[in-house]
């Protein structure tokens, strides 16, 4: 069974910086993509950023281009998210997830119907 675990979430002023982990386990992530979603109170999950196995396809939400980054270390099976300059509207829930295998079809590979699964989620709240 596939499990994914976030850490790192928390509250910062406009401006911080956080450093999101995830780590995977359950089976083997070759040739999955894995990647970060989020879902602000009120709106829908939307797509932050993913990485493919290789680290040679990353993607990345407009909103978040130049301020976010995203790692993978396919030796521990850990996905990052580096956030710099994080803004209020960055406050929301994030949640790692992983592609499933049976392969994906949208940007990025996070949308609803390419996951296999995705974590409980981080709190990252972003203070004016």
């Known amino acids: 069974q596939v499990q994914l675990v976030e850490s790192g979430g928390g509250l910062v002023h406009t401006g911080g910086s956080l450093r999101l982990s995830c780590a995977a386990s359950?089976?083997?992530?070759?040739?999955?993509?894995l990647g970060w979603l989020r879902q602000a109170p009120g709106k829908e999950r939307e797509f932050v950023a993913s990485?493919?196995?290789?680290?040679?396809?990353?993607y990345y939400a407009d909103s978040v281009k130049g301020r976010f980054a995203i790692s993978r270390d396919n030796v521990k099976n850990t996905v990052d998210l580096q956030m710099n300059s994080l803004k209020p509207e960055d406050t929301a829930v994030y949640y790692c997830?992983?592609?499933?295998?049976?392969?994906?079809?949208?940007?990025?590979?996070?949308?609803?119907?390419?996951?296999?699964?995705w974590g409980q989620g981080t709190q990252v709240t972003v203070s004016p």
């Open positions: 997830a992983v592609e499933s295998p049976t392969g994906c079809s949208t940007y990025g590979c996070m949308g609803p119907t390419d996951l296999e699964t």
């Open positions: 990485i493919t196995w290789s680290g040679r396809s990353i």
């Open positions: 359950g089976r083997s992530f070759d040739s999955s993509t």
